[in-house]
Every structure is written in structure tokens, then in C-alpha cells.
């Protein structure tokens, strides 16, 4: 039940101009994902052949005055490295492993979108209480039976370092330990995420 890294959540208040403004300082343009219900769209760029980077905004295509909150969109006013996802294939009994060690990764519930091909993506994911926190702690996604997204032939990116900041190391790094997961943490003031990526223009630092 080891879980490893299967996503970074990149969230952006505008999709079309966030996905312009990441090529342009990486050199790779990433792929169009799909569509999720609840008015969220996404890109995504390979982080070799098991892991991606997602660029998830407010859908363009959703109905006017839809303000999706996953991942603070609703009131996202630049982009930011909000999340993190580890993979398991049993997600059931990854939870009540991590509760047993005292850490609580949230529901378990499904979720789904279609690709622009028409193919329709579904999986199971743990969600927290406040949409708009950056976690530390990655959230949980089981793929089941749905082809993973890094195998589809993504443009790719290199993935050089991911660290966490968190106040409390310590206790970050117990939180991690539940979910069988392992991150450098560094001491810092508020929580946040930082990944350096390797592309064609150099090094990019998200945050």
C-alpha cells in the first residue's frame, strides 16, 4: 500500500491565460485535460512516465457565474502550487491505515472528467474540509481501472526538486509517515509547496 507521487496541483485563477503564461516561462506547452463537473478544466504536462503536473483553473466552457472552490478558485487571484496527490491502488485501506496512525486523510469519493477526445476519466480521491488551504499533506487518488494520465503521451517536463514548508516539521513529516509517503520539509513560517522543474528555458521554481 506504499503510496508515491502521482500529481502537483498548479491552480490558476484564468486557464486560458495561466496555460499561455507557463509555456512561455517553461518552453513546453502543456496538453488539454478535460473537463470536471463542478466547472473546473485542467492541462497537463508529464513528469516522466508515472507522474504529471496539473493546471487546473475555472472551466471557459462553464455556464456564466460558475465559481468552482476547489483549490481556493473561487477567490484564487494568482497562481499557486495548492496540492499534492499520492497514488495508491487501495485506497480504502490506505485510509483506515492512516487513521490507525493517527491521521485523518478525509472522505473517500469519486470523480470524473472527459477528455477532449470524448474518453471519459473516472477515480476515487480523499478531500479535506477547506478547499482553499494548501495542504502539505497530499490528498489520496486511486485511478482503479482508468488508464493513468502520465501514460498518454504528455509533454514532458523534469521534475528536479519538491519540498514542502511548514511550520512544525515534526509533526508534518508524522502526518506523512501515516500515509506511508516521505517529502523534504523545510522550517517555515505558513504552509506551502515548492517544486523546481528542469525545462527547455532552465530551472522553474513554482510556488
Do not use: C
Not at 84 to 104: C, F, K, S
Amino acid at each position: 500500500m506504499t503510496a508515491e507521487l502521482d500529481h502537483l496541483v498548479y491552480a490558476v485563477p484564468d486557464l486560458v491565460a495561466g496555460v499561455t503564461a507557463f509555456a512561455e516561462r517553461t518552453g513546453v506547452t502543456p496538453a488539454a485535460g478535460g473537463s470536471h463537473p463542478g466547472g473546473t478544466a485542467n492541462y497537463l504536462a508529464g513528469l516522466g512516465s508515472t507522474a504529471y503536473l496539473e493546471i487546473i483553473g475555472p472551466d471557459p466552457a462553464a455556464a456564466p457565474g460558475t465559481r468552482p472552490r476547489a483549490f481556493g478558485l473561487e477567490a484564487l487571484a494568482e497562481p499557486r502550487l495548492a496540492a499534492w496527490a499520492v497514488r495508491t491502488d487501495d485506497i480504502d485501506a490506505t485510509v483506515r491505515q492512516a487513521r490507525e496512525h493517527g491521521y485523518d486523510p478525509g472522505d473517500v469519493q469519486p470523480l470524473s472528467r472527459r477528455t477532449p477526445a470524448g474518453t471519459l476519466l473516472e477515480w476515487r480521491l480523499t478531500r479535506w474540509g477547506d478547499p482553499a488551504e494548501i495542504r502539505p499533506v497530499p490528498f489520496l487518488i486511486d485511478w482503479g481501472e482508468t488508464a493513468h494520465p502520465a501514460a498518454s503521451g504528455l509533454p514532458q517536463l523534469r521534475l528536479v526538486s519538491f519540498t514542502a514548508i511548514h511550520p512544525d516539521p515534526e509533526a508534518l513529516h508524522r502526518d506523512l509517515a501515516a500515509l506511508d509517503t516521505v517529502l523534504e520539509v523545510a522550517k517555515g513560517p505558513e504552509q506551502a509547496l515548492e517544486a523546481v522543474l528542469d525545462t527547455p528555458l532552465g530551472a522553474v521554481t513554482l510556488r
